[in-house]
């Protein structure tokens, strides 16, 4: 079995930062690329960032040049740091991880269970 536990999401307000991490534990053989997903309300899933394991990213055009995103890998960890924060970024955020457990020949998807970021006066 493998989890995702999510933290650092919270109430902010426009121009703040924050810092979401996303620790990944359990049946875990090997780690492959790490991201954060958002849902607006009413809206679908979109991608955030995503970072491969020796640290290729990418980013969605409206986080480019305000979010980071690293991890350790020792750790099976991701971080993102989102500075200057905005209204718009208001959304649940949920962590995603390709893992290929012990026993597995491919890896799989995995989601975390989301954490509410609210950016607001």
């Known amino acids: 079995q493998v989890q995702l536990v999510e933290s650092g999401g919270g109430l902010v307000q426009p121009g703040g930062s924050l810092r979401l991490s996303c620790a990944v534990s359990?049946?875990?053989?090997?780690?492959?690329?790490m991201g954060w997903y958002r849902q607006p309300p009413g809206e679908q899933r979109e991608l955030v960032a995503t970072?491969?394991?020796?640290?290729?990213?990418n980013y969605a055009e409206s986080v480019t040049g305000r979010f980071t995103l690293s991890r350790d890998n020792a750790k099976k960890t991701v971080y993102l740091r989102m500075n200057r924060l905005k209204p718009e970024d208001t959304s649940v955020y949920y962590c995603?991880?390709?893992?290929?457990?012990?026993?597995?020949?491919?890896?799989?998807?995995?989601w975390g269970q989301g954490t509410q970021v609210t950016v607001s006066s």
């Open positions: 970072i491969t394991n020796d640290g290729s990213t």
């Open positions: 359990g049946d875990i053989r090997s780690v492959g690329e």
């Open positions: 995603n991880a390709y893992v290929r457990q012990n026993m597995a020949l491919y890896e799989y998807p995995y």
